[in-house]
């Protein structure tokens, strides 16, 4: 099984090509397609994580691709970007991303790159990349140096669900459990109500609560019951600050 986690576009061609690719190089492994924002290593960092560290099958992987080429300025050469980079965890799941940004941030395990040219492809996820992932499933040694990847940026937003409820970084209440606390994000602020669970409070109002995701540690949500979170603050980017004003 192989989840691919990628910004191509939701129900883009992109994914379609991708995942024959891998039909070709892996032809028993089924895939599974999680679209992010364009550019958006945080969600894609997140992502991943939830899936890899998530009950499932062990011998599944997760390949992530997220790749805006920001880490260098100045003009590239043939289509180069950030290396291809991996890591196994505890568990046997093998996750393998581009590191960009984030999106190897949330793991919070050595990182190392994987032994493929980071060029020679706009398309590398499809053109280059899958031949390497194939190999390193079959238990190929193309692990390199280890490689710096920043930490997950903190008290931050870093996913929006499809109800518009926003996974934070906030692993600690805020406040004491039924307090009040006024929520900031950007230029937007609201109200929300501390609460031990995201239902805790009536129809109308906002929790800032554990949620649903979360490894190890919870993942504080804002959910507002009967409407959207993110849509009372502005649909903010993932990445945002999530600040008690």
Not at 189 to 208: I, L
Request: with cysteine; proline share 9%.
């Amino acid at each position: 099984m192989i989840t691919i986690v990628a910004d191509y576009g939701v129900g883009d061609l992109a994914f379609a090509e991708v995942r024959q690719r891998f039909a070709k190089l892996m032809p028993h492994a089924e895939t599974i397609a999680v679209p992010v924002r364009p550019f958006d290593t945080v969600g894609a960092g997140f992502c991943v994580a939830q899936l890899a560290f998530g009950e499932g099958p062990s011998d599944r992987m997760v390949y992530a691709n997220v790749a805006p080429r920001s880490d260098e300025d100045d003009p590239r050469a043939d289509n180069a970007g950030e290396p291809l980079s991996a890591c196994r965890l505890p568990s046997g799941v093998l996750v393998v991303g581009v590191a960009a940004g984030f999106a190897m941030s949330f793991l919070e395990l050595p990182v190392r790159a994987v032994k493929v040219a980071d060029a020679g492809s706009q398309f590398r996820s499809r053109d280059v990349f899958p031949a390497a992932v194939a190999a390193l499933a079959r238990g190929d040694d193309l692990l390199g140096a280890e490689l710096t990847v920043p930490p997950p940026p903190s008290r931050s937003v870093v996913w929006t669900d499809g109800y518009g409820n926003l996974k934070t970084s906030w692993h600690e209440p805020p406040a004491p459990v039924g307090s009040s606390v006024r929520v900031r994000i950007g230029d937007a602020e609201a109200d929300a109500v501390v609460s031990d669970g995201v239902f805790g409070v009536p129809s109308g109002a906002m929790s800032f609560a554990p949620g649903s995701s979360g490894w190890g540690k919870p993942f504080y949500e804002l959910l507002l019951r009967g409407g959207s979170a993110a849509a009372a603050f502005g649909d903010p980017p993932n990445g945002s600050a999530v600040e008690l004003a």
